[in-house]
């Protein structure tokens, strides 16, 4: 690489032109950063909140509050309640400190495989952009949060020592050591995001052993090996321990052993592999940002401008992988499922877009082409009519509820209702009773302040084939020990994706008929909001 080449495009950093795109860019992300600090709750965000909590609580998960994501998001959402208390928006705080950390690591890593810091900079503003474009339902999720891990992951697996003495040894063995712990913890996330970690490794025993002599370079991979898995067998086992001190290690081989096979199986085959990856990669390239994936076109197709961004882009495209493998294999296409791919794609598009920066010219019409691509897309992704709608919502009080529970009714979520049977479950209930929900709208525990009387915090086991008889039997003892204050029955909220059948709840229930005799016998019927229906206990009737 020609040393011109690599000044040319650190200088180009200083171009007039080049500050305004990085103002600009700050200044996008800030406005993303405030959108971001008003999403409530979506109804994986409840379960979340409600196992969060639970953990707080002295409970865990899968024993105590029932899900079957790994539980790594449950112990941020933990973490965001301690630090900002219980509100929808502490999490929401986190997620902004969470996209500061993704920036800065992106900034480290730009250095290192690239021209300079601000590349890494203009990347995290962009995947900020991205990232919040998917809305409230789709952030705050496992992904959200693993691909600020996993950029960390890379910061230190590639880190280098400048010399061999015994200082800087170690911290190279340190920074493998962090390394592996990271990818664990992506892996605690989802589980594909952890895969990233078999290439790096190889990427890493490569360069590291091609210019030492055969005898030596096995006790270099051995050590490598041996650092990386200190990291990660540190982590697996804390997260060992603290379930088994738990008592919880048998509740979490029935969720990942028996519910996860069945959950999955639903969509995916071997055989149907091929295709899952084609739609994987295709709505990867084309649903989320084409401004991003040409960006990404461009990195490949110019020059290198650094000695090592080849190794940069590897590791990059490495963790990429196995998240479009974890995508294929779990066959149902969520937005969210990609939360974590784009980031990363957002760096490589950065980088191929200062690559051209560097070769043309006119960068003033290059300036203008960028900022007319974003703002299309922020367009096209309704995102300057949900903001204008948020600022009416928060200037005034008495359209703030309707705009905001417009604005946050998806699918067949609807905000009005949660919002009005929290608020009668809150009002209706005595503190510190538990209720339960027989339905998917676990956010309402946590919007009433009202505890469980099962586990099962929303009742998909009770709905599937393949665990149904297990899962209502544990149900029904768990509400006979524990009998609720109040029951609410969820109408219109057909699963088909997740239960693998167009039963909603309350037709569900027609089939339970353990539990609609446990209803009919001690529960009396109140009142509805929407599809919301609300049964108190018979002998409690007085006291409301």
Not at 47 to 52: D, F, H, L, N, T
């Amino acid at each position: 690489m020609k040393r011109s080449t690599i000044q040319s495009s650190e200088n180009a950093n200083f171009h007039p032109a080049a500050k305004v795109c990085l103002l600009l860019s700050l200044l996008l992300a800030a406005f993303m950063f405030m959108l971001l600090l008003f999403f409530p709750y979506g109804r994986d965000q409840g379960i979340y909140a409600v196992v969060g909590r639970t953990i707080l609580e002295g409970g865990a998960p899968y024993k105590d509050a029932w899900d079957f994501k790994p539980p790594g998001i449950f112990f941020i959402y933990a973490f965001a309640r301690i630090l900002f208390g219980a509100s929808q928006h502490a999490i929401r705080i986190l997620e902004v400190l969470n996209l500061f950390a993704l920036t800065w690591a992106f900034a480290v890593y730009s250095r290192r495989h690239f021209t300079s810091l601000w590349p890494g900079i203009c990347a995290g503003c962009l995947a900020v952009i991205n990232h919040v474009q998917m809305g409230f339902w789709d952030t705050a999720q496992p992904e959200s949060f693993g691909a600020t891990v996993l950029s960390w992951a890379l910061v230190f697996a590639t880190y280098q020592s400048k010399n061999e003495n015994k200082n800087s040894l170690l911290k190279q063995i340190l920074s493998w050591i962090f390394s592996g712990a990271f990818f664990t913890a992506a892996a605690l996330l989802k589980p594909p995001l952890g895969g990233g970690i078999l290439v790096s490794i190889t990427v890493i025993a490569i360069l590291q052993t091609r210019s030492i002599t055969s005898g030596k370079k096995l006790n270099k991979i051995l050590a490598l090996i041996i650092s990386f898995g200190l990291g990660v067998f540190f982590l697996l086992i804390l997260i060992f321990i603290y379930f088994a001190h738990k008592g919880a290690l048998k509740d979490i081989y029935d969720t990942f052993f028996i519910f996860v096979p069945g959950y999955t199986g639903l969509k995916f085959s071997l055989q149907s592999m091929p295709v899952l990856l084609g739609v994987s990669v295709k709505r990867w390239l084309l649903s989320f940002s084409i401004f991003t994936s040409i960006g990404m076109v461009f990195c490949f197709l110019l020059p290198r401008c650094h000695a090592r961004e080849f190794e940069g882009c590897v590791h990059v495209l490495g963790v990429i992988f196995f998240q479009i493998i974890g995508v294929a294999m779990q066959a149902k296409f969520f937005s969210y499922h990609y939360g974590a791919i784009l980031p990363f794609s957002a760096l490589l598009a950065v980088w191929g877009y200062a690559k051209l920066w560097n070769k043309v010219k006119l960068k003033w019409i290059l300036l203008l082409g960028f900022m007319i691509a974003l703002s299309w897309q922020i367009y096209e992704k309704n995102i300057f009519r949900h903001s204008a709608l948020q600022i009416r919502a928060l200037a005034s009080n008495g359209l703030r509820e309707i705009i905001n529970d417009g604005l946050y009714t998806i699918y067949d979520q609807n905000s009005y209702a949660n919002r009005k049977t929290a608020e009668w479950l809150y009002q209706n209930t005595p503190p510190g009773e538990p209720i339960f929900i027989w339905g998917f709208e676990p956010a309402i525990y946590d919007m009433a302040n009202r505890p469980s009387s099962s586990r099962y915090i929303y009742n998909i086991p009770q709905r599937v084939d393949w665990g149904k008889k297990d899962a209502q039997q544990i149900l029904l003892k768990e509400l006979v020990i524990s009998p609720p204050a109040a029951i609410v029955i969820v109408h219109n909220d057909p699963l088909p994706k997740v239960t693998g059948n167009q039963l909603d709840s309350a037709k569900e229930l027609e089939n339970f008929t353990r539990l609609l005799d446990f209803i009919e016998k001690d529960y009396s019927y109140v009142k509805s909001y929407e599809d919301l229906d609300i049964y108190i206990r018979i002998e409690k009737r007085e006291v409301f």
